[in-house]
């Protein structure tokens, strides 16, 4: 008897939306990308099992069968280790697309900041319009690397790629500070030191 307690398990998850508003389509298939679901087939896809995908599933098809579609999830393990990696390999591809995808749009933060300096337009308005901009990456980053259940090589690139863009942001929001509340030029005098009585 060969020993299956290392095998993972995956969820096979079937829907039909036939009959149903028109909206939940579209519900179901936002929910199943967000998900990083891989289709198998149209209507069939699959994912990995662990606790917190098990979880959203169920709270989707719930929703499913509530708005009058059908949906069946069925637990399975793989018989043959080649087609799980394989299926692995894909999950990966798509995230390492998707990865692919911040690392070529976060060159136009990355210049819109050399640009405003070049331009001696370093504003603390600049500086919360690139924070912004910044914000966004990290949300998308994370959403991506919450579906990535099997580290998709591309993932460190990007992740580097936004922690060196938030020290561009920051070497930013310095020259900001530079410009518009520089330091006083030294006198000589030292500063007045307050005592502890003269503190609030």
Not at 106 to 127: C, F, I, K, M, S
Not at 133 to 162: C, H, M, N, V
Not at 183 to 193: D, K, L
Request: glycine share 6%; net charge negative; proline share 4%.
């Amino acid at each position: 008897m060969t020993d299956d307690s290392h095998k993972s398990t995956w969820l096979v998850i079937s829907v039909s939306t036939a009959g149903a508003a028109g909206t939940l389509r579209v519900q179901v298939w936002r929910k199943l990308r967000s998900l990083g679901a891989l289709y198998l087939q149209q209507s069939v896809c699959l994912l990995p099992a662990r606790p917190e995908v098990v979880r959203e599933v169920r709270r989707l098809t719930d929703r499913i069968h509530h708005q009058g579609g059908q949906a069946r999830v069925l637990r399975m393990t793989f018989t043959d280790h080649g087609d799980e990696q394989a299926v692995i390999a894909d999950l990966n591809v798509a995230r390492d697309a998707e990865y692919a995808e911040v690392l070529e749009r976060l060159p136009a933060l990355r210049q819109e900041l050399a640009d405003e300096r070049a331009r001696g337009n370093a504003t603390y308005a600049e500086v919360e319009e690139s924070e912004a901009d910044l914000e966004r990456f990290r949300a998308w980053l994370g959403k991506i690397s919450a579906r990535d259940y099997f580290a998709a090589p591309g993932g460190q690139a990007a992740r580097d790629a936004i922690e060196e863009a938030a020290a561009e942001l920051a070497a930013f929001e310095e020259a900001a500070l530079r410009a518009e509340a520089p330091e006083p030029t030294p006198t000589g005098e030292a500063a007045p030191r307050l005592r502890v009585a003269d503190r609030p």
